[in-house]
């Protein structure tokens, strides 16, 4: 299976500040089709996981713009342009190119300072 | 609006079998799987398995092979998840989730049902 792993695990920031995670692969997530089956969720407390993002970049309806994503082959990240409150909770990077299965990141608590 | 509701919280003991239930609404059934997902408390996303909603088609984590079974009811746009030979590490919220294509799946979560496994 392919792991992902997320940094940091614990991501403090204050309020109106960018906030960046990190995804690495343990290989590739580019499909023979040539997609690349990357996707980020948000879990707010007490929630059910949100996706905010697939296929790397592209942003679900409803996501605000200050949500962005990039990166190619096996590493990815997450920014946020603006840390609202709102956007406490925790983060997941998951893969879909390679499945079954898909597989999570440990997920990135995002806390306010 | 695309809607996915399960069934209410449940309190098993070791060994027992536990059969949680995820009903869809807002949208054509047999167009899209659903996904299983499970949440131990205090971790992350554990990926489940798979059941196509066209056919009886199913992929299952090997962690848990040979004790889980997914169904689904199209006449009621119901799927359904049995896990059995319940253990205390099984204790977790579980969510259902539409599948697809990569457009499409994850778009919409159930809104989780824990499980507790407890002597």
């Known amino acids: 299976d392919v792991v992902m792993t997320q940094s940091p695990l614990s991501l403090p920031v204050t309020l109106g500040q960018p906030a960046s995670i990190s995804c690495r692969s343990s290989q590739s997530l580019v499909h023979s089709d040539g997609a690349t089956y990357l996707n980020w969720f948000q879990q707010r407390p007490g929630q059910s996981p949100r996706r905010l993002l697939y296929?790397?970049?592209n942003r679900d309806s409803g996501v605000p713009d200050r949500f962005s994503g990039s990166g190619s082959g096996t590493d990815f990240t997450l920014k946020i342009s603006r840390v609202e409150a709102e956007d406490v909770g925790v983060y997941y990077c998951?893969?879909?190119?390679?499945?079954?299965?898909?597989?999570f990141g440990q997920g990135t608590k995002l806390e306010i300072k | 609006q695309v809607q996915l509701v399960q069934s209410g919280a449940e309190v098993k003991k070791p060994g027992a079998s536990v059969k949680v239930s995820c009903k869809a609404s807002?949208?054509?059934?047999?167009?899209?799987?659903i996904t299983w997902v499970r949440q131990a408390p205090g971790q992350g996303l554990e990926w489940m398995g798979w059941i196509s909603g066209h056919n009886d088609d199913t992929q299952y984590a090997q962690k848990i092979q040979g004790r889980v079974t997914m169904t689904k009811d199209t006449s009621t746009g119901t799927a359904y998840m049995e896990l059995r030979s319940l253990r205390s590490d099984d204790t977790a919220v579980y969510y259902c989730?539409?599948?697809?294509?990569?457009?499409?799946?994850?778009?919409?979560w159930g809104q989780g049902t824990l499980v507790t496994v407890s002597s």
């Open positions: 989730a539409r599948g697809g294509d990569a457009i499409t799946s994850y778009g919409y």
């Open positions: 296929k790397v970049s």
């Open positions: 998951m893969q879909g190119t390679h499945w079954p299965p898909d597989t």
């Open positions: 807002g949208y054509t059934f047999i167009s899209y799987g």
